[in-house]
């Protein structure tokens, strides 16, 4: 049961150009939603998040965000650079959960010069 | 300030041995959560425990895998009697009490021949 759904596998864009990647979910008792980058053979690595109280949340070259009508939300870099490429993982949390996280399969980026 | 630690970052067994999975969690935080991911697929919450406390082991199966988080020293995600389908990459995350973001180990990739 993939509660957490990124359905584009693979995404190419031009330096400099925007990134989005966009990210779907069914469970209605998420409240806390994450985004991590990951290079293979590598851990997850934070890079930003948002509350359900939220609809937007910016950090430098990375947004996020929200609509929660919707269940979806996206990430936004501008500007995209080569070192972006990896693969971002969208994940949820619901606060009855114990803070588990539920990741969806992700969506592999490559940022060409 | 050191991160999430794990080792060994590769592992080999063969079908009916154990495996032994430790993690570190970063300084000053009290909860660690495990995760497992197989070949394209997103990570999969398996459990979550504090210390000396299983909180949520829902993810994780019934049989042959087992927890812990002592007192003192790491804690340990043991997988008894091993199949091929064991074979995966196993995450420790990470986060200080009372906060939704988790931060991630390198992964132990553990093959079973």
């Known amino acids: 049961d993939q509660q957490v759904k990124q359905n584009s596998p693979s995404l190419s864009v031009q330096e400099g150009r925007i990134s989005i990647l966009n990210c779907d979910y069914t469970?209605?008792?998420?409240?806390?939603f994450l985004w991590y980058k990951k290079y293979p053979a590598e851990g997850p690595t934070f890079l930003i998040s948002?509350?359900?109280?939220?609809d937007k949340n910016e950090d430098g070259r990375f947004t996020v965000f929200l609509n929660k009508s919707a269940k979806h939300l996206s990430l936004h870099i501008v500007p995209s650079q080569p070192g972006d490429s990896a693969v971002y993982f969208c994940?949820?949390?619901?606060?009855?959960?114990?803070?588990?996280?539920?990741f969806g399969k992700g969506t592999s980026l490559l940022v060409t010069p | 300030n050191a991160g999430v630690m794990q080792n060994p970052r590769h592992l080999v067994r063969r079908r009916g041995q154990e495996a032994r999975l430790r993690c570190s969690p970063m300084?000053?935080?009290?909860?660690v959560y495990w995760y497992r991911q197989l070949p394209e697929e997103g990570l999969k919450f398996m459990v979550y425990?504090?210390?000396?406390?299983?909180?949520?082991e829902s993810g994780m199966p019934k049989e042959r895998f087992s927890a812990e988080f002592p007192k003192e020293g790491p804690s340990i995600l043991r997988i008894q009697q091993v199949v091929r389908g064991d074979s995966a990459a196993y995450f420790c995350?990470?986060?200080?009490?009372?906060?939704?973001?988790?931060?991630f180990g390198p992964g132990t990739r553990l093959t079973v021949l």
């Open positions: 948002i509350s359900s109280i939220k």
């Open positions: 469970n209605s008792m998420f409240d806390y």
């Open positions: 300084k000053g935080h009290s909860h």
């Open positions: 425990l504090q210390k000396e406390n299983i909180i949520d």
């Open positions: 994940a949820a949390s619901a606060d009855n959960s114990g803070y588990a996280l539920n």
């Open positions: 995350a990470s986060s200080p009490e009372l906060a939704k973001v988790q931060f």
